[in-house]
């Protein structure tokens, strides 16, 4: 995930994907700061609980004080474990405010030493699992070194761009005042990586319509203003990290609905190279073989595989023929199809 070619906050939601799918949690948080001031420039939590993330926002000194970022960089992520086994962690703002909302106690983190920010992915679990481990700990230490490559320059980029495929539908439902009155559980992630905030405010966590892009929440309210009850709308973002479709639709209400409701579905068709490197996680493969594949996944030639690796045209067909006899695959991008449709009949 790392050396693919968009900026980390994009890739932040896949690449949590695959640290709760082999660390369990029941929540997590990624997150850059400066790496001068140390004043924290994004992040990201799943599962968002909107009322949790208002109230941190109001006041982060007060998690910032119980577990402060210069402590946790030089410890490498340790101060976290140290500081929720001390007396009256539980009276803690960090505790009472934000983790007993998730019903959650125990926590392991790692810093992500990239070039041009300072990063931290953080997981917590239930009171009553206990501590995480050490191998835990060393896990999310090598991929916290891995993640370390986050928005530096990817020789990917030189590739022809990946082709886009849907992978997932999203909705809620908005009332002419622009609050959500409900969403589906992925709606955050895409609004997170649609509005191209990066390390800007994180309007994506508001529970209205602000959260949505400027211009798709100019059409919803476009849409209540207009008379006709069968009004649709479409608005397609084209980002390098994918495309969103916002289709707003009027809803037929009950009578004793006094404010009008539209829908909201969003579509996301994501670039073909990152499904790839998240479905890959798993894969008996050596990091050689799953750039390759990856880059494959961008529908380049062998002989542009082979420059951007720096191996010989030879070499890299010998890498490609071993991995489709290994899983006795016709073609590339029957391998491609293969990764993405999670059938690990390997194991």
């Not at 660390?23 to 001068?36: E, K, L, R």
């Not at 009256?88 to 405010?97: D, K, L, N, T, V």
Request: charged share 20%; aromatic share 8%.
């Amino acid at each position: 995930m790392a050396e693919l070619p968009y900026p980390s906050w994009a890739l932040m939601p896949s690449i949590g994907e695959i640290v709760r799918a082999h660390i369990g949690c029941a929540v997590m948080n990624f997150g850059w700061a400066d790496t001068q001031s140390l004043q924290p420039l994004a992040t990201w939590v799943h599962p968002l609980k909107p009322h949790v993330y208002k109230r941190f926002l109001a006041n982060p000194q007060d998690v910032f004080d119980d577990v402060p970022i210069k402590a946790m960089r030089d410890s490498r992520g340790r101060f976290l474990q140290m500081v929720e086994t001390m007396p009256g962690y539980e009276e803690a703002p960090i505790y009472q405010h934000m983790l007993k909302e998730y019903d959650a106690r125990w926590g392991l983190s790692t810093v992500i030493p990239a070039n041009q920010w300072l990063g931290f992915m953080t997981v917590y679990r239930e009171d009553n699992l206990g501590p995480y481990a050490e191998n835990d700990w060393k896990l999310m230490e090598d991929a916290g070194m891995a993640l370390s490559q986050l928005d530096q320059a990817s020789p990917l980029s030189t590739l022809p761009a990946s082709e886009l495929h849907d992978v997932t539908t999203s909705t809620m439902l908005l009332d002419s005042d622009g609050k959500i009155l409900a969403k589906s559980a992925e709606i955050h992630n895409l609004l997170f990586i649609s509005r191209q905030t990066g390390m800007g405010p994180p309007e994506w966590a508001r529970d209205d319509w602000l959260a949505m892009p400027p211009q798709v929440t100019a059409l919803a309210q476009k849409l209540f203003d207009t008379a006709d009850p069968n009004e649709r709308i479409v608005e397609t973002q084209l980002l390098p990290w994918g495309k969103f479709d916002y289709i707003l639709e009027k809803m037929q209400t009950q009578e004793s609905q006094s404010k009008p409701i539209i829908t909201v579905t969003i579509r996301h068709y994501e670039p073909l190279d990152i499904t790839v490197a998240r479905c890959l996680w798993g894969w008996p493969m050596s990091p050689q073989e799953k750039r390759i594949i990856i880059a494959s996944a961008r529908q380049a030639s062998l002989e542009q595989i082979a420059q951007i690796l720096e191996i010989s045209s030879g070499t890299h067909k010998n890498y490609s023929n071993e991995l489709l006899a290994r899983f006795n695959l016709p073609s590339r991008s029957a391998l491609v199809k293969k990764i993405i449709s999670g059938e690990r009949d390997f194991e």
